[in-house]
């Protein structure tokens, strides 16, 4: 059974400092989703990462994955308030032609002034 | 296109009533896929269809929740009866197979359900 581990769950920043968010998964994948979600709100797809050592950044996060050692990391850099938010990692089954994804319990960011 | 429509947006009902919560995908997207997303137990796959056939349905709790898509543009999410602990935020995402880059799914809003 695929197990999707994220760490920190909760994490507490300044403004412009960086930091990192680990998502750990139990099995081979070799596809890997991020999502944003606001408090109360959906899901907002961020990045997909799609084979080892593919990195993605859009501003201020950089996403990157390594298949091998079944690890993506979201990058945080120079953090601002607008980034606030709870970050899922997903990760897909891929056995037999399965669609499923498998969340991981997300990281709650705050960014503080 | 206007994304992930789901309906009600809340529901408020009473413990051993029917609720049926709906959807309506994107588009062109062969896939849906029905969510429960909770504090204790974060974000489940419930159940998800492909062409309107349910592929996995591993994920429902219990013989009081069913889900069918009778076409490619709707699908429902039914519990009957209904019970406290099915308080959640419920969503249906929907999306392209899993062959590109787009192959992302995008949710819906959501539909906040309390049991009371």
């Known amino acids: 059974e695929l197990k999707v581990e994220q760490n920190p769950l909760f994490l507490s920043m300044q403004e412009g400092k960086n930091y990192t968010i680990y998502c750990n998964y139990s099995t081979t994948s070799d596809r890997l989703y991020w999502y944003r979600q606001d408090p109360g709100k959906s899901l907002e797809s961020l990045f997909v990462?799609?084979?080892?050592?593919a990195v993605k950044q859009e501003g201020r996060l950089m996403a990157s994955l390594d298949t091998k050692a079944r690890l993506s990391t979201l990058h945080i850099t120079a953090a601002v308030h607008d980034l606030s938010a709870t970050y899922f990692c997903a990760v897909d089954t891929t056995q037999g032609g399965s669609e499923k994804l498998v969340f991981g319990k997300g990281t709650k960011l705050t960014v503080n002034p | 296109d206007a994304g992930v429509i789901q309906s009600p947006r809340h529901e408020v009902t009473e413990m051993g009533q029917e609720v049926t919560l709906r959807c309506k995908p994107i588009s062109g997207h062969d896939y849906l896929f029905w969510y429960r997303q909770t504090m204790m137990r974060g974000l489940e796959l419930l159940i998800y269809?492909?062409?309107?056939?349910?592929?996995?349905d591993s994920g429902m709790p219990e013989d009081r929740f069913s889900a069918k898509m009778p076409n490619a543009s709707f699908s429902t999410l039914k519990i009957q009866p209904s019970e406290p602990r099915d308080s959640a935020v419920y969503f249906c995402?929907?999306?392209?197979?899993?062959?590109?880059?787009?192959?992302?799914?995008?949710f819906g809003p959501g539909t906040r359900l309390t049991v009371l």
């Open positions: 269809f492909n062409n309107n056939v349910p592929i996995d």
């Open positions: 995402a929907s999306s392209f197979p899993r062959t590109g880059t787009t192959d992302t799914q995008y």
């Open positions: 990462l799609l084979s080892n050592g």
